[in-house]
């Protein structure tokens, strides 16, 4: 919970045009907070997270207690999913990660394959690719490339498909900028559009 917390003021904080991973390097500085719930990323997937939430708020409601802040949570990680949509450029879109968090290969839950889902329902040309998982790197010309899990692989999209690409969204903060061609425009989570 303490993960999909920290998404709120870090999308407020880009918003602002301020670079959020510095301000919340600073926070997770505290020792009572720590670093490792504040760095900007996608959406929080895998089996057990979302399950034991809807749980949790289906007992608070059986004992009649009101659980705002777990839908809260709940609907803020739906938000952070649906992100991409206003930031994609053309029809064709890679969505890079079918796994819920990088160097673990397993689908279920997985933000990522939810995305790709969602992109297809709503008339996108999308594909899904992840390394631990596709003996095959993807066909696809993406328009749009969205990261959604820090492989190391992902460093370098200029391997796996970024010829055309108009727009990377790197919410996994780990595409090197520099692999990039000129013409390509880059978003990371907690920064916003990064410039040349």
């Known amino acids: 919970m303490e993960r999909m917390l920290e998404e709120s003021p870090e999308q407020f904080i880009e918003r602002l045009g301020v670079d959020a991973q510095k301000v919340m390097r600073v926070v997770g500085s505290d020792w009572r907070i720590g670093r490792k719930f504040t760095i900007p990323g996608y959406a929080v997937g895998g089996s057990c997270f979302p399950r034991d939430l809807k ?113 990377v969204l790197d919410y996994a903060n780990v595409v090197d900028r520099t692999t990039l061609t000129s013409e390509t425009r880059l978003w990371q989570a907690g920064k916003g559009w990064i410039n040349r």
Do not use: H, M
């Open 55 to 167: 749980s949790l708020i289906e007992t608070f409601g059986e004992a009649g207690a009101v659980p705002r802040i777990l839908r809260a949570v709940d609907e803020s990680n739906l938000e952070r999913l649906l992100d991409p949509l206003d930031k994609i450029e053309g029809k064709n879109v890679l969505v890079l990660g079918k796994s819920y968090k990088a160097a673990v290969p397993e689908t279920k839950g997985s933000p990522g394959l939810t995305l790709t889902e969602v992109l297809r329902d709503k008339g996108y040309n999308a594909e899904a690719y992840d390394p631990k998982l596709d003996t095959v790197l993807p066909k696809l010309n993406p328009d749009t490339v969205i990261v959604t899990v820090a492989e190391p692989e992902f460093r370098n999209l200029a391997v796996i498909a970024t010829k055309g690409a108009r727009v």
